[in-house]
């Protein structure tokens, strides 16, 4: 069965620094990643999404996340953090039909406090 | 109305009570899904819906009981149940079951007590 793991519980960041919240999983075939964010008392938004091709992928919000096979990670990101960004971020990986589960696995989350 | 919506988005029910979550996705897609947000655990996949037929059921107890009349709407009837189910519950939707991506509602903020 799939995994996901977020092994960063928090994370602080001052505003206009950079981002990269890790994610790493854990699949036998090609993993289709996502990277979610969910604003306190929402759900969740796509941030971005990797199916093939093209190892680094460009997301909404100036997000950016790269594959990496052979570290079995998804990191996510950003060159420059707004206050804005604060949320709870995660990690997904998605099987594919026949796979197991249709839906997706998801990490714990990352909780990402930014200091003004 | 645009992307998924769930109503009501606040809930707080008895351990004896009967009611219903309701989800509507205006993406056109044809497989639903619902998830359990729980603190401090990652969201638990509890239903999947493709072209209104259930393909999956992650072993979720029988007081959940899902229902979807058409592809554009889901429920999930609740009965009896625990405070451990107090949880978000969370409702999505993607244009094919499998691995495409899954767009989310706001969720339901469910209590129980």
């Not at chain 2, 655990?41 to 072993?59: D, T």
Request: net charge neutral; aromatic share 12%; charged share 15%.
């Amino acid at each position: 069965a799939q995994s996901v793991t977020q092994p960063d519980i928090h994370i602080t960041v001052s505003e206009g620094a950079s981002l990269e919240l890790r994610c790493n999983y854990s699949y036998g075939a090609t993993p289709y990643l996502f990277w979610y964010v969910q604003s306190p008392g929402q759900g969740l938004q796509l941030l971005l999404k990797y199916f093939s091709g093209d190892t680094l992928v460009q997301g909404i919000k100036g997000f950016e996340a790269e594959f990496k096979r052979s570290q079995s990670s998804f990191n996510l990101r950003k060159p420059s953090v707004h206050w804005s960004d604060a949320a709870e971020y995660f990690c997904a990986v998605g099987a594919g039909s026949g796979g197991g589960a249709d839906g997706l696995t998801f990490g714990k989350g990352t909780h990402l406090i930014i200091q003004p | 109305e645009t992307g998924v919506t769930q109503t009501p988005r606040h809930l707080v029910m008895g351990m004896t009570n009967k009611k219903s979550l309701k989800c509507e996705q205006h993406l056109g897609h044809n497989a639903m899904y619902w998830y359990k947000q729980s603190a401090k655990k990652p969201l638990e996949l509890m239903f999947v819906y493709s072209l209104e037929e259930r393909v999956e059921n992650n072993s979720v107890p029988s007081r959940f009981s899902p229902e979807c009349p058409n592809s554009s709407h889901l429920f999930l009837h609740l009965h009896t149940l625990q405070p451990e189910d107090s949880a978000l519950y969370l409702c999505a939707s993607s244009l094919l079951r499998g691995y495409y991506e899954q767009y989310f509602g706001p969720g339901t903020r469910l209590t129980v007590t």
